[in-house]
């Protein structure tokens, strides 16, 4: 027993927190959830909208945040409550947040991986971020958009494995979306493939205006290869590319969200 639960606390944290190890207490926003059964992960999926202050008044149109980890017991209601703060306070414009609950994180937030210690953590190496992709980009994003007042803007924000999905789909697709918030993303998954093939991948940048906010904690598995992408950027120059790199060497794994979300959303959507 003992044996295994030393192996179960290991592979939990090398995986970048599957489970938080910190618990907190934040109050649910009033919010509204749906389902959406979904053809590209084969699965019903729970989303979680939270709309801004005066939504239900006006007639005005918002950009819209998606959020993987997105479920009412993961980080859904501290970003939600943060986005209210900094919205009152005038700090950034008005969005819609939509929160989308994991089912299979590993399966849904990972791409293929060719490294065979991989298989220790428990997750599909077959690339089932592609279907989740899928899932958001053909599914969900329609969805709210026939159902909510939106514009044209949308951005995505994760941690940890959903930093390493919002950096991948940066790199992959990188017209997804308007803006990308990675905090302490898993770029080591597939011996850091994602790193290695940056420099490539920014050449497929699209030219309209894109954002890319990121950040590494003191963990060292983390911080090397954000630093590894932040000199690729910096070396290759994307010119429609505004981005901006924290390194964070007083942060923790599991505190790196929580510590930076304020300037991360204030850059990002800042007036």
């Known amino acids: 027993m003992t044996r295994f639960l030393t192996c179960f606390l290991i592979v939990t944290f090398l995986l970048g927190c ?27 999926r ?3 909208i939270w709309t801004p202050p005066g939504y239900e008044d006006g007639g005005a149109a918002f950009p819209v945040l998606y959020m993987p980890d997105g479920g009412v017991g993961e980080d859904f209601p501290h970003i939600a409550n943060t986005l209210a703060e900094l919205i009152k306070s005038n700090e950034i414009e008005p969005v819609i947040l939509v929160g989308i609950e994991n089912t299979e994180r590993g399966r849904d937030l990972t791409g293929a991986s060719t490294v065979v210690a991989h298989e220790k953590y428990g997750i599909p190496m077959t690339d089932g971020a592609k279907n989740f992709r899928s899932f958001i980009l053909e599914e969900l994003v329609p969805e709210i958009e026939r159902s909510y007042r939106t514009t044209d803007k949308n951005g995505i924000i994760g941690e940890s494995l959903a930093g390493l999905f919002v950096v991948e789909t940066f790199l992959l697709q990188p017209g997804a979306f308007d803006f990308y918030i990675a905090m302490d993303p898993s ?5 850091n493939f994602l790193v290695k093939n940056a420099a490539a991948y920014l050449t497929e ?17 983390i911080f090397e290869y954000t ?5 690729v950027l910096q070396r290759e120059e994307p010119k429609s590319l505004d981005w901006t790199y924290a390194d964070e060497p007083n942060e923790k794994h599991h505190t790196i969200f929580r510590a930076t979300k304020k300037k991360a959303l204030i850059w990002t959507l800042g007036r």
Do not use: C
């Open 205 to 221: 940048v699209p030219d309209s205006s894109r954002k890319l906010w990121f950040a590494g904690s003191n963990t060292t598995d």
């Open 18 to 44: 599957k489970s938080k190890p910190m618990v907190y207490n934040d109050p649910v926003p009033v919010h509204k959830s749906i389902a959406i059964d979904s053809r590209f992960v084969g699965e019903e």
């Open 187 to 191: 770029l080591w998954w597939n011996d």
């Open 46 to 48: 729970i989303i979680n």
């Open 227 to 231: 630093r590894q992408l932040a000199e």
